[in-house]
Nanobody, 128 residues
């Protein structure tokens, strides 16, 4: 059974940091590009970041550029999202998604509809 499981969410004060993990089971993440998305209450799901199969190329939403870093360790079958300088507006449920095949992210991340597998999400709350 193919599964993506996010972890690492929680409550953090503004300016703090969290590292989210997206672990795959039942398949190798090597064949997949990975995207991170988030959805705040009452808002549409938005793309946060993405990374190619090899990890060479990444892309970020303007709202997180310079604060978030996506990376992957294919040996551990895990993708990470390091989130620094967190703001209250970063509060949301964060999801990772996997897209099979070769993906070009130089000009932007694939739309959410182009991903094949999704995790269940992890809550991130930024509040004092």
């Amino acid at each position: 059974q193919l599964q993506l499981v996010e972890s690492g969410g929680g409550l953090v004060q503004p300016g703090g940091s969290l590292r989210l993990s997206c672990a795959a089971s039942g398949f190798s993440l090597e064949r997949f590009a990975i995207g991170w998305f988030r959805q705040a209450p009452g808002k549409e799901r938005e793309g946060v970041s993405c990374i190619t199969n090899s990890g060479v190329t990444t892309n970020y939403a303007d709202s997180v550029k310079g604060r978030f870093t996506i990376s992957r360790d294919n040996a551990k079958n895990t993708v990470y999202l390091q989130m620094n300088s967190l703001k209250p507006e970063d509060t949301a449920v964060y999801y990772c998604a996997a897209r099979v095949g070769i993906t070009v992210v130089n000009y932007g991340c694939p739309h959410s509809s182009q991903y094949d597998y999704w995790g269940q999400g992890t809550q991130v709350t930024v509040s004092s």
